[in-house]
């Protein structure tokens, strides 16, 4: 049996290759876009795995700069119609230049949950501030803590197989390995049709609460504007919401 490797998700090229089709709703796009400033802002995309976002920003007329920690997703942002409309680095936003400045940037995708430790979180708002200007925007999503999304993750609750045209399919099954405070590791399954090939990726997220999100942000100098639970946008419930979507502003 092959041995799952960690966030394969991000790194192995046959996933890379399906995480469009895995992840084809647009709620959390057109939510963000409805939020930016109008073009040609300046915006930042972190985390901006297979580029669909950034380009379609770009194609609207933003300046866009996106940055992903994986070399293999940002490699194939890069071979997309219109890639060149879109300035693309390899690494996390701790690593871009310095001088760049951004009217607004966004983080998609629950990525904000891939940041493990508190100063991994100290260290994205210090920078994601340092790129911004003055009432610059500052935008992301986490799952709500409270919500107990990974007592969903389980084989018996898969969705159907995902059709990937010509005649090829995957099947995606989730199973928690640990939970332990506000950490979750789980492994993912993907079963490819009809070459009978499966591909196993383990990942780890936080799920950080409301208030430790605040306090980091507000420690780095930005000012809550907006926390909505859901992409329609409805106001966030601690108790309810399956989301905390955030909008800051740089003060």
Same mark, same amino acid.
């Given at each position: ?14 996933l ?50 996106a ?13 997309? &119609?219109? %890639? ?10 701790? $690593?871009? !230049?310095? +001088? @760049? /400045? ?24 210090e920078v994601?501030r ?14 709500? &803590?409270? %919500? ?10 898969? $969705?159907? !197989?995902? +059709? @990937? /045209? ?33 591909k196993?990726?383990v ?25 909505? /639970? ?5 106001p ?16």
């Amino acid at each position: 049996m092959t041995e799952p490797l960690q966030d394969a998700l991000y790194e192995d090229q046959r996933l890379v290759a399906v995480y469009d089709a895995l992840n084809a709703s647009r709620d959390d796009f057109d939510f963000y876009q409805r939020q930016l400033p109008a073009p040609p802002s300046q915006v930042l995309d972190i985390g901006c795995g297979t580029g669909r976002f950034a380009v379609d920003l770009a194609r609207q007329g933003y300046h866009v700069t996106a940055c992903d920690p994986a070399v293999d997703m940002v490699d194939y942002a890069q071979k997309r &119609p219109d %890639a060149a409309l879109v300035a693309w680095h390899h690494g996390a936003v701790t $690593g871009l !230049p310095s +001088d @760049l /400045g951004f009217d607004a940037a966004v983080m998609t995708g629950h990525a904000f949950q891939c940041l493990l430790s508190d100063e991994d979180m100290r260290q994205f708002f210090e920078v994601s501030r340092s790129h911004l200007v003055e009432k610059g925007v500052l935008m992301f999503e986490s799952r709500n &803590p409270k %919500a107990r999304a990974w007592d969903r993750w389980m084989p018996d609750h898969a $969705g159907p !197989p995902v +059709d @990937l /045209g010509a005649g090829q399919s995957v099947a995606v099954t989730h199973e928690v390995i640990t939970h332990r405070a506000s950490y979750v590791t789980f492994e993912e399954r993907y079963h490819f049709w009809p070459d009978n090939v499966e591909k196993r990726s383990v990942s780890t997220l936080r799920f950080a609460s409301e208030q430790e999100i605040l306090s980091g942000a507000e420690a780095a100098g930005f000012q809550l504007v907006q926390l909505c /639970g859901d992409w329609p946008g409805a106001p966030f419930q601690e108790d309810q919401s399956p989301e905390m979507i955030f909008k800051f502003l740089a003060v």
